[in-house]
């Protein structure tokens, strides 16, 4: 990762920033100067993405950790109130934790199913977007919602999840509107297929699951799946001045999924 934007003197709270495209994320970050916030439930994985962005760091800057579980809102308040008492101020806030779900609706357990994802993937989201408009409006912050192609294309078995993520995305569009008056931006990510561990709630094997990255990577235009650092990367463009005139865009990354039409379900 090569450190292409200058965000010295920035805070920026990462959800879910423990693995996948939120560590490379707050890694990407962390190595554009900036000080970066790492939460999820696993202290070991926090302490270790914490670890690596001060390493990272070039004016070797401790990352914060922040042990918490986005579907607790008493959770989301001690993160925030923790970021602010360490750093004093926000600047970014990336909404990126999520996970995928697998499930028909005539499945005995889908109610429940639906209402976890959206607990994590919707709710949560809106909780900390909420709380954090206070300090968004002093620094003329932005946020950056990790949503989904899925959000956009519809896919068998996974309603759930594509709700949640085209709820996501109209939340993008619509906060933006009402938040551009107190010179905040807000704008989504889309990713296609990344590499990471998001299936791990879902019923498939690891051999299932590479399996399909390596499918993915067979039909994609571009011939490969997304790794973590593609996805960072188009966040920190939207979160960088050069992207100061793009509010309310979803910004789709997705190695062609969508052209291709290809087909996201499990059948």
């Given amino acids: 990762m090569s450190a292409i934007y200058d965000f010295s003197g920035k805070v920026a709270l990462i959800t879910g920033s423990s693995s996948g495209i939120g560590a490379a994320t707050a890694l990407l970050l962390a190595k554009s100067g900036a000080n970066v916030v790492i939460t999820g439930r696993n202290a070991d994985n926090v302490s270790k993405v914490c670890e690596e962005c001060t390493k990272l760091s070039p004016k070797g800057l401790k990352a914060l950790p922040v042990v918490a579980d986005v579907t607790k809102e008493a959770d989301l308040d001690r993160l925030l109130d923790t970021t602010i008492k360490t750093f004093g101020k926000l600047d970014i806030l990336v909404n990126n934790a999520g996970f995928g779900s697998f499930s028909q609706i005539s499945d005995a357990e889908y109610l429940k199913t639906q209402r976890s994802v959206f607990e994590t993937n919707l709710n949560s989201v809106i909780y900390l977007t909420h709380k954090s408009i206070q300090y ?84 994609y235009p571009v011939g490969r799946c997304g790794e973590s650092v593609d996805i960072a990367n188009a966040v920190a463009y939207l979160a960088s001045d050069q992207a100061s005139f793009v509010t309310g865009t979803i910004l789709v990354a997705d190695g062609g999924h969508l052209a291709a039409n290809v087909n996201s379900g499990f059948d």
């Fill in 136 to 219: 968004l409006k002093k620094t003329k912050g932005n946020i950056i919602n990790i949503s989904s192609v899925a959000g956009i294309q519809s896919a068998k078995g996974m309603s759930g999840y594509c709700m949640s993520k085209a709820a996501l995305d109209m939340f993008t569009k619509c906060i933006a509107v009402d938040l551009g008056s107190k010179g905040i931006r807000v704008n989504s990510v889309n990713p296609g297929a990344v590499r990471t561990n998001i299936l791990r709630d879902m019923p498939v094997t690891d051999e299932q699951t590479n399996a399909i990255w390596d499918a993915m990577s067979s039909i």
